[in-house]
C-alpha cells in the first residue's frame, strides 16, 4: 500500500506544476506519468520488477511475469465497497485485451514491446504465452478538492468484464484508506540559497 500512496501524492504533487496557460489537460497527463514512473521505480527498486509496455498499456511487471499494475482514473465509486466503479474516461483494445486474460479467456493477438531502442536492462517483453497468463491490476483512483485540501479515493483492482471502453465487473478489488493532501510547497531545485553569477560588463 506504501507503495500505491506514493504513487497517488508524486501524481498531485506533478498536477499541481500545470499553470493555466499550460494546454488543456496537462495537469491530468502530468499526474498520470508521475503515477506510472513512481510505481515503476519504486517496485523495480525494492521488488525486483520490471516496466512493461502491454498493447499500449504503461505497467510495471513483477519479476516472474505473472502480474502487473497499471493506473487509471476512476468514478465516484472508487474505494466504496458497496459499490461498483468504472472508468473515467473510454479505455481501448489493451484494457480489453488484458481484462480477458484476467478471466482466463486468453489474450488474442497481445502486440508486446520492450521500450524501443535504450530501454535499459529494466524493460520486459512477453512471450504468448506469459500474456496470456498476465494478471493485471490497476491503482483506481478518484480526487475531490476541496478549498485546499484534496482528498484521494483508491483502491488496487482487477478488471474482469470490459464492454464498450469501460470496465463492467471486477474479478477482485482492494479498498485502500484515502489519501487526504493540503497544499504541496513547490520544489526548489536549486537549493535554499541564492545564485549569485559574476558577469563581466564590456
Known amino acids: 500500500m506504501e507503495f500505491l500512496h506514493d504513487a497517488l501524492r508524486a501524481g498531485e504533487a506533478a498536477r499541481r506544476t500545470a499553470v493555466p496557460n499550460d494546454p488543456t489537460g496537462t495537469a491530468g497527463r502530468r499526474a498520470y506519468?508521475?503515477?506510472?514512473?513512481t510505481l515503476r521505480e519504486l517496485?523495480?527498486?525494492?521488488?525486483?520488477?520490471a516496466r512493461l509496455v502491454h498493447g499500449r498499456l504503461?505497467?510495471?511487471c513483477s519479476a516472474d511475469r505473472s502480474v502487473a499494475i497499471g493506473v487509471m482514473v476512476a468514478d465516484a465509486a472508487t474505494g466504496r465497497v458497496s459499490l461498483l466503479p468504472k472508468n473515467a474516461r473510454r479505455r481501448g483494445a489493451a484494457t480489453g485485451q488484458v481484462t480477458r486474460a484476467n478471466a482466463g479467456?486468453?489474450?488474442v493477438h497481445v502486440q508486446t514491446a520492450l521500450f524501443a531502442a535504450g530501454a535499459g536492462p529494466q524493460g520486459v517483453a512477453l512471450s504468448e504465452e506469459e500474456a496470456c497468463a498476465l494478471k493485471t491490476w490497476f491503482?483506481?483512483?478518484y480526487r475531490t478538492k476541496t478549498g485546499?485540501?484534496?482528498r484521494i479515493d483508491c483502491e488496487l483492482s482487477q478488471p474482469k468484464r470490459f464492454e464498450d471502453g469501460y470496465v463492467i465487473e471486477w474479478a477482485r478489488r482492494i479498498p485502500l484508506p484515502s489519501l487526504t493532501m493540503d497544499g504541496i510547497e513547490p520544489l526548489n531545485d536549486d537549493g535554499p540559497g541564492?545564485?549569485?553569477?559574476a558577469v563581466d560588463f564590456r
Open 33 to 37: 506519468e508521475a503515477h506510472v514512473r
Open 43 to 49: 517496485h523495480i527498486e525494492h521488488e525486483g520488477w
Open 58 to 60: 504503461e505497467l510495471v
Open 105 to 107: 479467456e486468453g489474450a
Open 139 to 141: 491503482l483506481l483512483s
Open 148 to 150: 485546499d485540501a484534496v
Open 194 to 197: 541564492e545564485i549569485d553569477i
